[in-house]
């Protein structure tokens, strides 16, 4: 008897499936632009909107996406324009969503804190046939955009002041990518959690990090370690009886040690031997003629 | 008469309610390779950011090819080639997609074609990093980094590029690389303005140097005759024949 014969482990599976691709597809952004804890941020203001879905007995879900878009923006307009820095406007997210969200959820009729536990560090039985249909339809808006506009979104992340001479739409790209971060943030809510769930949209990149020199193909392999910890996390939690986040993430950072090990020992491998060949080869014919 | 390529006038930049920038005029015709000198703080790096509208003009009018900068959208004529920065990104980018992001600027969304890639190809092929395309840019010396800014700047062919101190920390064959892909350039009819304190190999492609002190014009003309002193320690310089001479040397020999 498989776990997978349960309806509710298909659609935690399915469910997992999607924040394994969505969560680093759009973290590998975040963490380029070394805003590795927006995720975070935005997850604690996503809190405050459960529990006005709580307060107004409305789903969640809802709430959850319009506070959160609404957090990522101000986060980023008070990075674009204010003077506080950026992670000082992250810490402000972070103290008020976690306070808002407990002090609505004590006035909410029915609030409860299993039901706050669920939502903080996800559980599998969780993610009901619409929470599916609403979740894949975001992924799938999320995974397009990125696929359109992921090239300009790397330019101008990994040099803002370029991109702008480039004419890029750069304040336009940086509101897109907040967003994005919301809506992943909501994506993954149900399965991961919200206090876990900036750790599959950063540690699946840094694991890629220690074994790629890319971004192409840093997001290649962050993808395929996202999916991995999400789907394992979820069939193991089954069988553990665990929260499904903090078995992901647990095994998402188990992957990130063994991909920094492997990492180190082919570096040291290569490092006296191939690097330096290289290096040497390629100078050569341009120095030569000199 | 074609337009200007930069046509600044009275242009002035203050930081915070102080002065970075006054009343500076700066025309730069096609053709033109000018020098913009000064000592730290002279407010040379903010000239060009003003040019390219990074900072903001608080007083005066811009141009560049003829149209006004707050209708220009032309991006793609300018290559603009940063101070390297020691600090990375949080996630490596190889060679290659560091300067194909300079594409970006005529491709806007659409895929890429045949005709980008070969625009990429010769770009890196021009600073002679063709054997590292596919090597993380953190790997680079800091040389090296540098010719990946000008290879991207090079990749939609622009009439103008502008360079802000593009030897500062750069190793002496890096910088005859970087005098060498100029001097191709300006060849083929490239207008360059170059941010520096010193000139190195460079000296012999520049027609015009712009020297800065505290946000003023201090001197713009004919770079003075050079051999000499960058072959040799300025404060070792020979002797200064007459006062235009030695403005322009006593303004050259800033560090």
């Excluded at chain 1, 399915?14 to 394994?20: I, S």
């Excluded at chain 1, 070394?34 to 997850?43: P, Q, V």
């Excluded at chain 1, 992670?87 to 299993?114: C, E, H, Q, R, T």
């Excluded at chain 1, 790397?154 to 480039?166: G, K, P, Q």
């Amino acid at each position: 008897m498989s776990a997978l014969e349960f309806d509710f482990m298909q659609r935690a599976l399915v469910a997992a499936l999607l924040v394994g691709l969505t969560a680093p597809a759009v973290g590998v952004f975040l963490v380029q632009r070394r805003l590795a804890l927006m995720g975070d941020g935005i997850g604690h203001v996503a809190l405050t909107g459960v529990a006005l879905g709580f307060l107004l007995s409305t789903a969640p879900v809802l709430t959850a996406v319009v506070t959160a878009i609404a957090g990522a923006v101000v986060i980023e307009l008070v990075r674009q324009h204010g003077r506080t820095g950026g992670d000082v406007a992250l810490a402000l997210l972070f103290y008020g969503g976690i306070a808002g969200g407990v002090l609505l959820i004590g006035l909410a009729p029915g609030g409860s804190n299993a039901n706050l536990l669920s939502y903080l560090f996800g559980s599998l039985t969780a993610v009901s046939p619409a929470d599916v249909v609403v979740i894949s339809a975001l992924s799938g808006a999320l995974l397009l955009t990125l696929a359109v506009v992921g090239r300009q979104l790397f330019a101008v992340c990994h040099d803002e002041e370029y991109a702008r001479v480039a004419g890029l739409p750069v304040r336009t790209l940086n509101l897109l990518l907040a967003v994005s971060a919301a809506v992943t943030v909501t994506v993954a809510m149900r399965v991961v959690g919200l206090l876990l769930v900036s750790a599959l949209m950063v540690v699946p990149v840094a694991t890629a990090q220690q074994l790629v020199r890319g971004f192409r193909a840093t997001v290649v392999v962050s993808l395929v370690a996202g999916v991995l910890a999400a789907t394992s996390g979820v069939l193991g939690s089954y069988y553990v009886d665990a929260a499904p986040g903090a078995l992901i993430v647990v095994l998402a950072l188990c992957g990130f040690a063994v991909a920094t090990l492997a990492g180190t020992l082919v570096r040291r491998l290569r490092g006296t031997s191939t690097a330096t060949a290289s290096e040497t080869v390629s100078l050569l014919p341009r120095e030569a003629h000199r | 008469m074609t337009d200007p390529v930069i046509d600044l006038r009275g242009g002035s930049v203050h930081y915070d309610g102080r002065p970075a920038l006054e009343a500076v005029d700066l025309q730069v015709v096609a053709g033109e390779v000018v020098a913009v000198l000064g000592a730290n703080g002279s407010g040379k790096s903010t000239l060009v950011r003003a040019l390219l509208g990074l900072v903001p003009l608080s007083a005066g009018q811009l141009s560049l090819f003829g149209t006004p900068a707050a209708h220009f959208h032309d991006w793609p004529r300018i290559g603009w080639v940063p101070q390297r920065t020691a600090a990375s990104t949080g996630v490596p980018a190889t060679v290659g997609e560091v300067v194909a992001t300079g594409r970006l600027a005529v491709r806007g969304l659409r895929p890429a074609r045949a005709a980008d890639r070969v625009a990429v190809a010769r770009a890196i092929d021009a600073v002679g990093l063709t054997a590292r395309t596919k090597d993380s840019v953190g790997t680079l010396s800091g040389g090296q980094q540098q010719r990946v800014l000008i290879a991207r700047a090079l990749t939609c062919d622009p009439d103008l590029l502008v360079l802000d101190e593009p030897t500062a920390g750069v190793d002496a064959e890096s910088q005859h690389a970087l005098a060498d892909t100029l001097a191709a350039l300006v060849a083929g009819g490239t207008t360059v303005v170059v941010v520096t304190h010193e000139l190195g190999p460079m000296s012999d492609l520049v027609t015009r140097a712009v020297t800065l002190a505290a946000g003023r014009v201090l001197h713009d003309g004919p770079p003075p005759d050079l051999d000499h002193l960058h072959l040799h320690d300025p404060h070792h310089a020979h002797p200064v024949h007459g006062p235009h001479s030695r403005t322009r040397s006593s303004t050259w020999g800033l560090r």
